[in-house]
């Protein structure tokens, strides 16, 4: 579940960082005030020429490379500017901002209310947004349900339904059954027994009422099973089938008993 809901907010965070593509395609014109980087490479001039050079231009810095110069400038004054060095010409054409205003005439002010353009990739993360609550929404609804169903299903219900959804050609399918019927003596006595081997949990369960006239049986299953466990004998699908009718038929027997107690 967590998984899953970082990588539909990974998705969300790159809809928001997509870049618009006519943003990119766009290259930035050279207005006053901004800070022109030059790169100078030549061995024939000197830091006093390079500024005579660049009269013209407001010089903000200029580092010595060794073998080249990087001269930052800026200009206040809009135009094109030649910069002649060497046998190569720099031109550079300064614009206004006031010049991007193509309006010969007056100013009217409109004091209607002007409607908001809308962001594409707002728009997208809106819909991905959206998408990710649903999607959210429905696993949560479907972990809920499956925990109430769960919780109201009884402790043989439970072991009955687990029991028959494991695999039979499983190599670990008799631990499972063993966990299986822990969780049964668990939930029905209030003890703990996972973890315990099966001399532990004879010992704990031994005591029980409605236990012992079948302790017996109980003992030579867990016998049965710890014998195909760790024996390294090999165990075929019809032996598994044998075990889980006999577990089952243990456990029948267990829940007869609890209803003659009570």
């Known amino acids: 579940m967590k998984k899953i809901r970082i990588i539909l907010m990974l998705i969300l965070i790159a809809l928001f960082l997509i870049p618009s593509v006519g943003a990119m395609e766009n290259k930035r014109s050279i207005f006053i005030g901004d800070i022109i980087e030059l790169k100078v490479t030549s061995q024939n001039i000197t830091v006093d020429e390079l500024k005579n050079r660049f009269e013209e231009f407001d010089i903000v810095d200029i580092k010595d490379d060794g073998n080249s110069f990087l001269i930052s400038v ?36 409109d004091l209607s209310v ?22 959210t929404g429905i696993i949560n ?12 299903l009884s402790p043989y219900q439970l072991f009955i339904n687990k029991s028959k959804s494991f695999s039979l050609d499983s190599d670990d399918y008799l631990v499972k059954l063993t966990e ?47 014998i195909f466990k760790f024996s390294g004998v090999a165990v075929s699908i019809e032996d598994h089938k044998e075990l889980l ?9 267990i829940e007869n008993a609890k209803e003659v107690e009570t």
């Open 74 to 109: 800026r200009s206040f004054e809009p135009g094109e500017k030649i910069v002649q060095i060497g046998d190569k010409e720099v031109a550079v054409n300064i614009k206004s901002t006031l010049d991007q205003i193509d309006r010969n005439d007056i100013f009217e002010g």
């Open 114 to 135: 002007k409607k908001a353009r809308g962001s594409i990739g707002f728009t997208y993360a809106l819909y991905a947004l959206t998408f990710i609550f649903l999607v």
């Open 141 to 152: 609804l479907f972990i809920f349900f499956k925990r109430k169903k769960r919780v109201l």
């Open 180 to 226: 299986s019927f822990k969780e049964y003596i668990e939930n029905t006595n209030s003890c703990l027994i996972k973890g315990k081997t099966s001399l532990e949990l004879i010992n704990e369960i031994s005591d029980m009422p409605y236990i012992k006239p079948i302790l017996h049986e109980i003992t030579q299953w867990l016998n049965k099973s710890d």
């Open 245 to 253: 009718e006999k577990l089952i038929y243990i456990v029948d027997k």
